[in-house]
C-alpha cells in the first residue's frame, strides 16, 4: 500500500470522501522532522508545538458541524486520528473508554472534543457546508492552520524552525469499513507511542481484520 509521502494522489477515483463514514488519518511532517515532541520510556511527550496540533486537531467539530473527532495521538514526526463524517450516522462509541481523543495519559479534566456548553464558542463558518466539506479539504484546513499557529510558536515562543513546510504536501488515509477494522485501528492509534523507535518510524497501515 502507498504511503503518505508519495507525491502521486493516493485517493481512490471514484470515492466520494463527503460521505457519511469513518476515516483512519496519518498526516506527517516535512522530511518526517520530529517537530513535535519526543517519546520517553514508550510515552509521547508533546512539545509546546504538539500541544498545538494536539488542540487544533481537537477543535475541529467546534467548526465543522457534522464531523466528528475519535482516538488520535501525536507523534515526533506525525499525527493519526479517526474522522467521523456525517457523526449523527456513525458517531463515537461514547461507552467505550478506550475511544478518546489524545493521548492514553491525558488528564480527564480535559476533555477534547465540543464543549457543548460553553456559550462563547463559535460553529460553522458562513458559507461553508458541513454536508459537502471533503476529508481532504479538511485536511488541507487542518495543515493551514497548524502551521500558521506554528510560524507564530517560532516568532513568539522559540519553537525549532522547520524547513519549509510543517507538513508533507500529502496524507494517508484509510476508511474504515466496519467495526472489527475500527476497534483494531484505535488499538493501533494507542499503540503508537509504545511502538516508537527511531531506527524503525515508517509509517505503516494498520492490520485489516482476517
Not at 475511544?99 to 477534547?112: E, K, T, Y
Not at 523507535?197 to 481484520?209: K, L, T
Amino acid at each position: 500500500m502507498e504511503k503518505s509521502y508519495h507525491r502521486r494522489s493516493i485517493r481512490l477515483k471514484h470515492f466520494d470522501y463527503t460521505n457519511s463514514g469513518a476515516y483512519f488519518i496519518t498526516i506527517c511532517t516535512q522530511h518526517r522532522a520530529a517537530l513535535f515532541g519526543e517519546v520517553n520510556d514508550t510515552l509521547m511527550q508533546t512539545s509546546d508545538a504538539g500541544k498545538m496540533v494536539e488542540k487544533t486537531w481537537c477543535e475541529i467539530p467546534l467548526f465543522y458541524p457534522g464531523i466528528e473527532i475519535d482516538t488520535f495521538v501525536v507523534m515526533p514526526d506525525h499525527i493519526h486520528g479517526i474522522l467521523l463524517v456525517g457523526a449523527a450516522l456513525c458517531g463515537r462509541p461514547d461507552d467505550d473508554p478506550s475511544a478518546h481523543c489524545g493521548r492514553p495519559d491525558d488528564d480527564p479534566s480535559a476533555p477534547c472534543g465540543r464543549p457543548d456548553d460553553d456559550p462563547n464558542k463559535q460553529g460553522q463558518p458562513q458559507g461553508v457546508s458541513p454536508t459537502r466539506l471533503s476529508v481532504g479539504n479538511l485536511v488541507q484546513r487542518f495543515k493551514t492552520l497548524t502551521t500558521t499557529r506554528y510560524i507564530e510558536g517560532v516568532h513568539q515562543s522559540h519553537w525549532p524552525a522547520f524547513h519549509g513546510k510543517v507538513w508533507q504536501r500529502n496524507y494517508f488515509e484509510h476508511i474504515i469499513r466496519n467495526e472489527k477494522s475500527y476497534r483494531l485501528i484505535q488499538q493501533y492509534i494507542l499503540d503508537n507511542p509504545r511502538r516508537w523507535s527511531h531506527a524503525q518510524s515508517a509509517i505503516n497501515p494498520p492490520p485489516e481484520p482476517s
